[in-house]
Nanobody, 118 residues
Framework: VQLQACGGGLVLAGGSLRLSCAASGGTFSSYHMGWFRQAPGKERELLARISRSGAVINYADYAKGRFTISRDSAKNTVYLQMNSLKPEDTAVYYC????????????WGQGTQVTVSS
């Protein structure tokens, strides 16, 4: 499956952005989907994950209450709604797909830059 992420940009602190990740070349419903981010000088970290059906959603602690992951099977797209953005949210955001809960995140989008200015 190929993943194409978009929606990043420059936003003021307190603002919102919605990232999108369109999947193609595979059966979207076969994959658990996730959003990761990598800030300068830091390791890539899992921010949010949504199961194949959308019934199970997990967030990193710092994302709870501010970020919302969702998926639209009709559009083969996973979204990340980000609200109340902070400068420390500045990072490159990646979407990824995995076949099973314990399998690697084998498929990655190209990353989209989010910059939050104070």
């Amino acid at each position: 499956v190929q993943l194409q992420a978009c929606g990043g940009g420059l936003v003021l602190a307190g603002g919102s952005l919605r990232l999108s990740c369109a999947a193609s070349g595979g059966t979207f419903s076969s994959y658990h989907m996730g959003w990761f981010r990598q800030a300068p000088g830091k390791e890539r970290e899992l921010l949010a994950r949504i199961s194949r059906s959308g019934a199970v959603i997990n967030y990193a602690d710092y994302a709870k209450g501010r970020f919302t992951i969702s998926r639209d099977s009709a559009k083969n797209t996973v979204y990340l709604q980000m609200n109340s953005l902070k400068p420390e949210d500045t990072a490159v955001y990646y979407c990824a797909a995995q076949m099973g809960v314990v399998t690697p995140w084998a498929y990655w989008g190209q990353g989209t830059q989010v910059t939050v200015s104070s």
